[in-house]
């Protein structure tokens, strides 16, 4: 269901539908020299280098509000904001079960009217920077985001 692209340091996630549905940056660890990152993450990743998990982006909410197009009545407004409240409760239920050491809420990078989120995951023990080990450890997480409609 699941599909990994790697896009230069990332991974882009598509889902069955061929959108993207997300993006994992591996935890490359602590690189040095810095002025040779770029060089030594590609080495990493051509030679498979292992990684103890990283960083998953998704969206978290659209709100459909914040168009600069926008005109509305309230209940319109009360409307998007209610079906913003249900899926916030929804994503609190999956993070509980997912259970990052952290997480962050930003802007997305490509759209002012939505939220994404980014949470830390270990994956327990190392894996290797090829797309079909990542995808077994990040499947069950995206599975579990699609069963409660997140993606």
């Known amino acids: 269901m699941w599909k990994l ?3 230069e340091e990332y991974f882009r ?3 069955s539908d061929k959108n993207v549905a997300g993006y994992f ?18 080495s990493m990743i051509k030679n ?4 103890p998990g990283g ?7 659209k709100f459909g509000i914040f168009d600069t197009d926008l005109n509305t009545d309230i209940d319109s407004i009360e409307e998007r904001l209610a079906g913003s409240l249900d899926r916030l409760k929804r994503w609190r ?3 509980k ?9 930003n802007i997305s990078h490509t759209d002012q009217d939505m939220l994404s989120i980014s949470f830390s995951l270990n994956f327990g023990q190392k894996v290797p920077l090829k ?3 990542i995808l077994e450890k990040l499947s069950p997480i995206l599975d579990l985001l699609h069963k409660y409609s997140l993606l």
């Open 55 to 61: 960083f998953l982006t998704v969206p978290l909410l």
């Open 13 to 15: 996630i598509f889902g």
């Open 48 to 51: 498979h280098d292992s990684i």
């Open 93 to 95: 239920m999956a993070i």
């Open 131 to 133: 797309k079909e080990s």
């Open 5 to 7: 692209e790697l896009d």
């Open 97 to 105: 079960e997912i259970n990052p050491e952290f997480h962050a809420i």
């Open 25 to 42: 940056d591996p935890d490359y660890g602590d690189i040095h020299p810095k002025e040779n990152e770029e060089e030594i993450i590609q």
